[in-house]
């Protein structure tokens, strides 16, 4: 059964860090391109990060360069969103996706999980 599975959501003040998890069943994550995208109330889901380890591919939206880091542990089949110097703006549900190349239209992602709520506070 293919699943995904977030976890490590919560709520911080401006500046602190969050590490969202996301497990994955069903297929290796060395084989397909993961992806974290968000959702803020009222706005359109938008693509956070993503990468393709096969292919040695990372990507970050400008408004998280430099702040966030996605990583994966191909061994325990997990994917990592690493959130730093998280802003009031980053307040959003948080999405793990996956799909077959790296694409950035979340209609190309077949395979989502049940979101994480990040929440900061100012």
């Known amino acids: 059964q293919v699943q995904l599975v977030e976890s490590g959501g919560g709520s911080v003040r401006a500046g602190g860090s969050l590490r969202l998890t996301c497990a994955v069943t069903g297929f290796t994550t060395n084989d397909r391109c993961m992806g974290w995208f968000r959702q803020a109330p009222g706005k359109e889901r938008e693509g956070v990060a993503r990468t393709h380890a096969r292919f040695d591919f990372t990507w970050y939206a400008d408004s998280v360069k430099g702040r966030f880091t996605i990583s994966q542990d191909n061994a325990k089949n997990l994917v990592y969103l690493q959130m730093n110097s998280l802003k009031p703006e980053d307040t959003a549900m948080y999405y793990c996706?996956?799909?077959?190349?790296?694409?950035?239209?979340?209609?190309?992602?077949?395979?989502w999980g049940q979101g994480a709520q990040v929440t900061v506070s100012s």
């Open positions: 996706a996956a799909a077959a190349t790296c694409s950035s239209r979340a209609s190309e992602y077949r395979t």
